[in-house]
Protein backbone atom coordinates (compact mmCIF):
# COMPACT_ATOMS: atom_id res chain seq x y z
CA UNK A 1 0.00 0.00 0.00
CA UNK A 2 1.60 3.43 -0.85
CA UNK A 3 1.62 6.50 1.70
CA UNK A 4 -1.43 8.35 2.03
CA UNK A 5 -2.86 10.82 4.60
CA UNK A 6 -5.86 11.38 6.34
CA UNK A 7 -8.00 14.45 6.76
CA UNK A 8 -11.21 13.95 8.98
CA UNK A 9 -14.48 16.17 7.72
CA UNK A 10 -16.16 18.60 10.38
CA UNK A 11 -19.22 18.98 7.84
CA UNK A 12 -20.19 18.85 4.21
CA UNK A 13 -18.94 21.83 3.25
CA UNK A 14 -15.74 21.11 4.59
CA UNK A 15 -15.38 17.46 2.70
CA UNK A 16 -16.80 19.37 -0.14
CA UNK A 17 -13.54 21.69 -0.36
CA UNK A 18 -11.09 18.62 0.74
CA UNK A 19 -12.81 16.51 -2.23
CA UNK A 20 -12.25 18.96 -4.80
CA UNK A 21 -8.47 18.51 -5.28
CA UNK A 22 -7.47 15.34 -7.56
CA UNK A 23 -6.36 12.16 -5.82
CA UNK A 24 -8.79 13.14 -2.64
CA UNK A 25 -11.04 10.43 -1.88
CA UNK A 26 -14.21 10.17 0.34
CA UNK A 27 -13.30 7.63 3.24
CA UNK A 28 -16.73 6.06 4.87
CA UNK A 29 -16.64 3.14 7.03
CA UNK A 30 -13.63 1.75 4.58
CA UNK A 31 -15.05 -1.72 4.05
CA UNK A 32 -14.62 -1.98 0.55
CA UNK A 33 -12.07 1.25 -0.55
CA UNK A 34 -9.48 0.42 2.31
CA UNK A 35 -9.44 -3.15 0.99
CA UNK A 36 -9.02 -2.35 -2.38
CA UNK A 37 -6.39 -0.04 -1.58
CA UNK A 38 -4.57 -2.85 0.33
CA UNK A 39 -4.84 -4.84 -3.00
CA UNK A 40 -3.02 -2.49 -5.19
CA UNK A 41 -6.60 -1.70 -7.28
CA UNK A 42 -7.43 1.92 -5.50
CA UNK A 43 -4.49 4.00 -4.47
CA UNK A 44 -6.14 7.43 -3.12
CA UNK A 45 -3.43 10.16 -2.24
CA UNK A 46 -5.40 11.50 0.64
CA UNK A 47 -8.62 9.86 2.63
CA UNK A 48 -10.76 12.34 3.77
CA UNK A 49 -13.12 11.04 6.44
CA UNK A 50 -16.80 11.59 6.04
CA UNK A 51 -18.09 9.04 8.30
CA UNK A 52 -18.71 11.70 10.82
CA UNK A 53 -20.99 13.60 8.65
CA UNK A 54 -24.73 14.04 9.39
CA UNK A 55 -26.09 10.11 9.87
CA UNK A 56 -29.85 10.85 10.87
CA UNK A 57 -32.88 8.45 9.57
CA UNK A 58 -35.50 11.44 10.03
CA UNK A 59 -39.21 11.26 8.18
CA UNK A 60 -39.64 13.77 5.63
CA UNK A 61 -42.44 16.65 5.16
CA UNK A 62 -43.59 14.44 2.75
CA UNK A 63 -43.94 11.38 4.51
CA UNK A 64 -41.32 9.70 3.50
CA UNK A 65 -37.84 9.33 4.73
CA UNK A 66 -34.47 10.69 4.48
CA UNK A 67 -31.08 9.26 5.65
CA UNK A 68 -27.78 11.04 6.01
CA UNK A 69 -24.98 9.44 3.86
CA UNK A 70 -23.24 8.37 6.85
CA UNK A 71 -26.14 6.63 8.58
CA UNK A 72 -24.57 2.80 9.47
CA UNK A 73 -26.08 0.19 7.41
CA UNK A 74 -26.67 -1.38 10.60
CA UNK A 75 -28.57 1.60 11.74
CA UNK A 76 -30.93 2.15 9.10
CA UNK A 77 -32.09 -2.06 8.75
CA UNK A 78 -32.93 -1.40 12.41
CA UNK A 79 -34.88 1.66 12.42
CA UNK A 80 -38.03 1.17 13.45
CA UNK A 81 -39.67 3.35 10.56
CA UNK A 82 -37.47 1.36 7.98
CA UNK A 83 -38.53 -1.97 9.87
CA UNK A 84 -42.55 -1.03 9.27
CA UNK A 85 -42.92 1.15 6.69
CA UNK A 86 -39.75 -0.24 4.22
CA UNK A 87 -39.37 -3.79 5.10
CA UNK A 88 -38.02 -4.60 1.52
CA UNK A 89 -34.73 -2.04 2.31
CA UNK A 90 -34.32 -3.89 6.35
CA UNK A 91 -34.33 -6.87 4.72
CA UNK A 92 -32.03 -6.08 1.72
CA UNK A 93 -29.18 -4.74 4.33
CA UNK A 94 -29.47 -7.56 6.67
CA UNK A 95 -28.81 -10.13 3.78
CA UNK A 96 -25.78 -8.25 2.93
CA UNK A 97 -21.96 -8.54 4.26
CA UNK A 98 -21.86 -9.41 8.14
CA UNK A 99 -23.24 -7.99 11.51
CA UNK A 100 -19.32 -6.68 12.05
CA UNK A 101 -19.18 -5.02 8.35
CA UNK A 102 -22.62 -3.65 8.76
CA UNK A 103 -21.77 -1.77 11.86
CA UNK A 104 -19.23 -0.17 9.88
CA UNK A 105 -20.25 0.52 6.21
CA UNK A 106 -22.24 3.93 5.36
CA UNK A 107 -24.71 4.22 2.73
CA UNK A 108 -22.89 6.40 0.94
CA UNK A 109 -20.20 3.96 1.03
CA UNK A 110 -22.49 1.24 0.41
CA UNK A 111 -23.61 2.24 -3.32
CA UNK A 112 -20.50 3.05 -3.99
CA UNK A 113 -18.80 -0.14 -3.63
CA UNK A 114 -17.39 -1.96 -5.98
CA UNK A 115 -17.56 -5.05 -8.08
CA UNK A 116 -16.55 -8.19 -6.71
CA UNK A 117 -16.09 -9.50 -10.32
CA UNK A 118 -12.23 -11.43 -9.55
CA UNK A 119 -10.55 -10.20 -12.04
CA UNK A 120 -10.92 -6.26 -11.07
CA UNK A 121 -9.59 -7.54 -7.77
CA UNK A 122 -6.42 -9.25 -9.04
CA UNK A 123 -4.35 -6.48 -9.82
CA UNK A 124 -0.89 -8.09 -10.22
CA UNK A 125 -2.36 -10.68 -12.68
CA UNK A 126 -5.53 -9.85 -14.87
CA UNK A 127 -6.55 -7.89 -17.61
CA UNK A 128 -9.52 -5.25 -16.35
CA UNK A 129 -10.75 -2.87 -18.73
CA UNK A 130 -12.23 -1.48 -15.93
CA UNK A 131 -9.28 -1.32 -13.75
CA UNK A 132 -6.95 -0.38 -16.66
CA UNK A 133 -9.04 0.91 -19.47
CA UNK A 134 -8.54 -0.85 -22.62
CA UNK A 135 -6.47 -3.79 -21.19
CA UNK A 136 -8.73 -6.39 -22.02
CA UNK A 137 -11.49 -8.12 -19.76
CA UNK A 138 -10.21 -11.69 -18.66
CA UNK A 139 -13.42 -12.79 -17.20
CA UNK A 140 -14.56 -13.63 -20.85
CA UNK A 141 -13.55 -17.02 -20.81
CA UNK A 142 -12.86 -17.23 -17.07
CA UNK A 143 -14.84 -17.82 -14.16
CA UNK A 144 -18.20 -15.89 -14.46
CA UNK A 145 -20.55 -17.46 -11.47
CA UNK A 146 -20.80 -14.09 -9.90
CA UNK A 147 -21.06 -11.78 -12.98
CA UNK A 148 -23.68 -9.63 -15.17
CA UNK A 149 -26.21 -11.51 -17.70
CA UNK A 150 -28.10 -8.75 -18.43
CA UNK A 151 -26.57 -4.37 -19.22
CA UNK A 152 -23.49 -5.94 -19.91
CA UNK A 153 -21.00 -5.15 -22.91
CA UNK A 154 -18.26 -6.69 -25.00
CA UNK A 155 -16.17 -4.49 -22.38
CA UNK A 156 -17.15 -5.44 -19.29
CA UNK A 157 -19.76 -7.75 -18.11
CA UNK A 158 -19.50 -7.16 -13.69
CA UNK A 159 -22.13 -7.58 -11.80
CA UNK A 160 -23.20 -4.72 -9.20
CA UNK A 161 -22.40 -5.96 -5.74
CA UNK A 162 -24.62 -4.19 -3.62
CA UNK A 163 -28.01 -5.51 -1.95
CA UNK A 164 -29.39 -2.60 -0.24
CA UNK A 165 -29.34 -0.76 -3.65
CA UNK A 166 -31.55 -3.42 -5.45
CA UNK A 167 -34.06 -2.33 -3.06
CA UNK A 168 -33.39 1.18 -3.06
CA UNK A 169 -34.12 1.03 -7.05
CA UNK A 170 -37.32 -0.76 -6.64
CA UNK A 171 -38.02 1.96 -3.98
CA UNK A 172 -37.71 4.44 -6.06
CA UNK A 173 -34.91 6.36 -4.28
CA UNK A 174 -33.24 9.51 -5.00
CA UNK A 175 -29.72 10.34 -3.83
CA UNK A 176 -28.81 13.75 -3.36
CA UNK A 177 -25.33 15.27 -4.18
CA UNK A 178 -23.38 18.24 -3.33
CA UNK A 179 -20.46 19.58 -5.16
CA UNK A 180 -17.90 23.16 -5.22
CA UNK A 181 -20.68 23.69 -8.16
CA UNK A 182 -23.70 23.15 -6.31
CA UNK A 183 -26.26 20.43 -5.20
CA UNK A 184 -28.95 18.05 -7.23
CA UNK A 185 -30.94 15.88 -6.80
CA UNK A 186 -30.60 12.18 -9.09
CA UNK A 187 -33.21 9.61 -8.87
CA UNK A 188 -31.02 5.86 -8.21
CA UNK A 189 -32.52 4.36 -11.59
CA UNK A 190 -30.32 7.18 -13.16
CA UNK A 191 -27.18 7.17 -10.95
CA UNK A 192 -25.66 3.77 -12.36
CA UNK A 193 -24.26 3.60 -15.75
CA UNK A 194 -24.11 1.24 -17.85
CA UNK A 195 -20.41 -0.51 -18.81
CA UNK A 196 -20.64 0.08 -22.68
CA UNK A 197 -17.29 1.02 -23.46
CA UNK A 198 -16.48 2.91 -20.47
CA UNK A 199 -16.40 0.49 -17.98
CA UNK A 200 -14.55 2.57 -15.54
CA UNK A 201 -17.46 5.39 -15.61
CA UNK A 202 -19.90 3.07 -13.24
CA UNK A 203 -22.06 6.30 -11.53
CA UNK A 204 -22.78 10.00 -12.78
CA UNK A 205 -20.61 11.11 -10.17
CA UNK A 206 -18.51 14.22 -11.08
CA UNK A 207 -15.35 14.62 -9.75
CA UNK A 208 -15.43 16.02 -6.02
CA UNK A 209 -18.91 15.12 -5.73
CA UNK A 210 -20.25 13.33 -3.13
CA UNK A 211 -23.72 11.99 -1.48
CA UNK A 212 -24.82 13.54 0.95
CA UNK A 213 -27.92 11.69 1.14
CA UNK A 214 -30.73 9.26 0.37
CA UNK A 215 -34.01 10.08 -0.21
CA UNK A 216 -37.17 7.67 -0.11
CA UNK A 217 -40.27 8.84 -1.23
CA UNK A 218 -43.57 7.81 0.55
CA UNK A 219 -44.36 4.13 -1.13
CA UNK A 220 -47.69 2.36 -0.75
CA UNK A 221 -46.08 -0.61 -1.89
CA UNK A 222 -43.44 -0.71 0.39
CA UNK A 223 -45.68 -2.27 2.90
CA UNK A 224 -46.24 -5.35 0.82
CA UNK A 225 -42.51 -6.00 0.15
CA UNK A 226 -39.95 -8.38 0.30
CA UNK A 227 -36.48 -8.99 -0.62
CA UNK A 228 -35.10 -12.44 -0.81
CA UNK A 229 -31.46 -13.53 -2.11
CA UNK A 230 -29.80 -16.65 -3.29
CA UNK A 231 -26.61 -17.27 -2.41
CA UNK A 232 -23.95 -20.04 -2.61
CA UNK A 233 -23.77 -20.05 1.44
CA UNK A 234 -26.57 -19.22 3.77
CA UNK A 235 -24.73 -15.82 5.26
CA UNK A 236 -21.56 -13.66 4.18
CA UNK A 237 -21.71 -14.46 0.69
CA UNK A 238 -23.00 -12.04 -2.79
CA UNK A 239 -25.97 -12.54 -4.48
CA UNK A 240 -26.26 -14.83 -7.09
CA UNK A 241 -29.82 -14.15 -7.97
CA UNK A 242 -31.69 -11.49 -6.15
CA UNK A 243 -35.46 -9.73 -5.95
CA UNK A 244 -36.62 -6.63 -4.63
CA UNK A 245 -40.44 -6.51 -4.94
CA UNK A 246 -43.52 -4.23 -3.72
CA UNK A 247 -47.17 -4.64 -5.15
CA UNK A 248 -50.43 -3.18 -4.62
CA UNK A 249 -53.27 -5.62 -4.86
CA UNK A 250 -57.15 -4.59 -5.53
CA UNK A 251 -58.59 -8.44 -4.58
CA UNK A 252 -56.59 -10.25 -6.94
CA UNK A 253 -55.68 -7.19 -9.43
CA UNK A 254 -52.53 -6.29 -9.92
CA UNK A 255 -52.60 -2.02 -9.26
CA UNK A 256 -49.11 -1.56 -8.99
CA UNK A 257 -45.65 -3.11 -8.74
CA UNK A 258 -41.91 -2.38 -8.45
CA UNK A 259 -39.37 -5.20 -9.14
CA UNK A 260 -35.63 -4.41 -8.46
CA UNK A 261 -33.45 -7.53 -9.42
CA UNK A 262 -29.34 -8.20 -8.01
CA UNK A 263 -26.29 -10.16 -9.11
CA UNK A 264 -27.43 -10.33 -12.59
CA UNK A 265 -26.25 -6.60 -13.88
CA UNK A 266 -23.81 -4.17 -13.68
CA UNK A 267 -26.38 -1.92 -11.93
CA UNK A 268 -29.08 -2.29 -9.86
CA UNK A 269 -31.66 -3.47 -12.24
CA UNK A 270 -34.98 -1.87 -12.47
CA UNK A 271 -37.37 -5.10 -14.01
CA UNK A 272 -39.39 -2.39 -16.00
CA UNK A 273 -40.23 -4.88 -18.83
CA UNK A 274 -41.98 -7.34 -15.70
CA UNK A 275 -43.27 -4.40 -14.20
CA UNK A 276 -45.40 -3.35 -17.45
CA UNK A 277 -46.44 -6.89 -17.91
CA UNK A 278 -47.79 -7.37 -14.76
CA UNK A 279 -49.49 -4.01 -14.45
CA UNK A 280 -53.54 -4.06 -14.16
CA UNK A 281 -52.99 -8.27 -14.90
CA UNK A 282 -54.26 -10.92 -12.44
CA UNK A 283 -52.28 -12.06 -9.90
CA UNK A 284 -51.89 -15.62 -11.49
CA UNK A 285 -48.82 -17.37 -11.43
CA UNK A 286 -48.82 -17.48 -15.36
CA UNK A 287 -48.81 -13.88 -15.11
CA UNK A 288 -45.63 -14.09 -13.04
CA UNK A 289 -43.94 -16.49 -15.20
CA UNK A 290 -44.45 -14.21 -18.63
CA UNK A 291 -43.48 -11.30 -16.76
CA UNK A 292 -40.12 -12.84 -15.72
CA UNK A 293 -39.75 -14.30 -18.86
CA UNK A 294 -39.96 -11.32 -20.52
CA UNK A 295 -37.56 -9.48 -17.81
CA UNK A 296 -35.08 -11.72 -19.16
CA UNK A 297 -35.91 -12.43 -22.89
CA UNK A 298 -32.57 -10.20 -23.11
CA UNK A 299 -30.08 -11.84 -20.85
CA UNK A 300 -26.80 -12.79 -23.09
CA UNK A 301 -25.40 -14.86 -20.09
CA UNK A 302 -21.86 -17.01 -20.81
CA UNK A 303 -21.72 -20.69 -20.18
CA UNK A 304 -20.34 -20.40 -16.43
CA UNK A 305 -23.39 -18.09 -15.77
CA UNK A 306 -26.26 -19.13 -18.01
CA UNK A 307 -27.76 -20.75 -14.95
CA UNK A 308 -28.79 -17.49 -14.12
CA UNK A 309 -31.37 -16.86 -16.49
CA UNK A 310 -33.80 -20.00 -15.14
CA UNK A 311 -32.76 -19.13 -11.21
CA UNK A 312 -33.51 -14.96 -11.92
CA UNK A 313 -36.93 -16.01 -13.12
CA UNK A 314 -38.22 -18.64 -10.92
CA UNK A 315 -37.10 -16.08 -7.88
CA UNK A 316 -39.09 -13.27 -9.82
CA UNK A 317 -42.28 -15.71 -9.71
CA UNK A 318 -41.18 -17.35 -5.97
CA UNK A 319 -41.34 -14.07 -4.64
CA UNK A 320 -44.56 -12.31 -6.37
CA UNK A 321 -46.62 -15.33 -5.36
CA UNK A 322 -45.38 -15.10 -1.78
CA UNK A 323 -46.15 -11.47 -1.76
CA UNK A 324 -49.36 -11.80 -3.52
CA UNK A 325 -50.59 -15.20 -1.75
CA UNK A 326 -51.19 -16.74 -4.64
CA UNK A 327 -51.49 -20.65 -5.08
CA UNK A 328 -48.65 -22.01 -7.13
C1 LIG B 1 -16.36 -9.86 3.51
C2 LIG B 1 -17.36 -8.89 2.92
C3 LIG B 1 -18.62 -9.37 2.53
C4 LIG B 1 -19.54 -8.48 1.99
N1 LIG B 1 -20.78 -8.95 1.59
C5 LIG B 1 -21.67 -8.09 1.04
C6 LIG B 1 -22.96 -8.53 0.60
O1 LIG B 1 -23.29 -9.70 0.68
N2 LIG B 1 -23.81 -7.60 0.08
C7 LIG B 1 -23.47 -6.29 -0.03
O2 LIG B 1 -24.29 -5.49 -0.49
N3 LIG B 1 -22.27 -5.84 0.37
C8 LIG B 1 -21.39 -6.70 0.90
N4 LIG B 1 -20.16 -6.26 1.29
C9 LIG B 1 -19.76 -4.89 0.95
C10 LIG B 1 -20.09 -3.89 2.02
O3 LIG B 1 -21.49 -3.72 2.06
C11 LIG B 1 -19.39 -2.61 1.60
O4 LIG B 1 -18.01 -2.81 1.79
C12 LIG B 1 -19.84 -1.40 2.40
O5 LIG B 1 -21.22 -1.18 2.26
C13 LIG B 1 -19.09 -0.16 1.94
O6 LIG B 1 -19.41 0.91 2.81
P1 LIG B 1 -18.25 1.76 3.46
O7 LIG B 1 -18.90 2.90 4.16
O8 LIG B 1 -17.31 0.91 4.28
O9 LIG B 1 -17.53 2.27 2.14
P2 LIG B 1 -16.01 2.68 1.91
O10 LIG B 1 -15.19 1.46 1.77
O11 LIG B 1 -15.58 3.70 2.90
O12 LIG B 1 -16.15 3.42 0.50
C14 LIG B 1 -16.60 2.75 -0.66
C15 LIG B 1 -16.59 3.76 -1.80
O13 LIG B 1 -17.57 4.77 -1.56
C16 LIG B 1 -16.95 6.06 -1.61
N5 LIG B 1 -17.71 6.88 -0.64
C17 LIG B 1 -17.98 6.57 0.65
N6 LIG B 1 -18.81 7.48 1.17
C18 LIG B 1 -19.07 8.39 0.19
C19 LIG B 1 -19.88 9.56 0.08
N7 LIG B 1 -20.64 9.98 1.10
N8 LIG B 1 -19.90 10.22 -1.07
C20 LIG B 1 -19.15 9.81 -2.13
N9 LIG B 1 -18.37 8.71 -2.11
C21 LIG B 1 -18.35 7.99 -0.96
C22 LIG B 1 -15.51 5.82 -1.28
O14 LIG B 1 -14.68 6.85 -1.80
C23 LIG B 1 -15.28 4.49 -1.97
O15 LIG B 1 -15.07 4.69 -3.34
C24 LIG B 1 -19.21 -7.12 1.85
C25 LIG B 1 -17.96 -6.64 2.26
C26 LIG B 1 -17.04 -7.52 2.79
C27 LIG B 1 -15.70 -6.98 3.21
S1 LIG C 1 -15.94 -8.12 -16.27
FE1 LIG C 1 -15.44 -5.98 -16.01
S2 LIG C 1 -14.59 -5.90 -13.95
FE2 LIG C 1 -14.49 -8.05 -14.59
S3 LIG C 1 -12.49 -8.32 -15.61
FE3 LIG C 1 -13.94 -7.79 -17.21
S4 LIG C 1 -13.71 -5.57 -17.37
FE4 LIG C 1 -12.87 -6.12 -15.39
Redesign the pocket.
Known amino acids: MTPVSYLRASSAAD?IAK?ASDGH????????????MRKGV?A?SV?VD??G?PDAIEEAADGGMMIG??A??SAVAAHPMIRTRYPMLAR??L????TQ??N???????????T?CLYFADAAGSRCNKRAPGSGCDARGGFVRYNAILGGSPACIAAH?????VALVALDARVH?ASAGGTRVVPLTEFYRLPGDTPELETV?EPG????AIELPPSELAARSAYR?V?DRAS????LVSVAAGIVLDGDRIVDVRLGL?GVAPKPWRAVKAEAALRGELATPQAFAAAAAAELADAAPLPGNAFKVALAQRTLVAVLTELSGVRA
Open positions: ALRALGGGTNLVDLEPLVSLAARNAIAGASIRMATMGGNLLQRRPSDMALLEMIVKRYAFAG
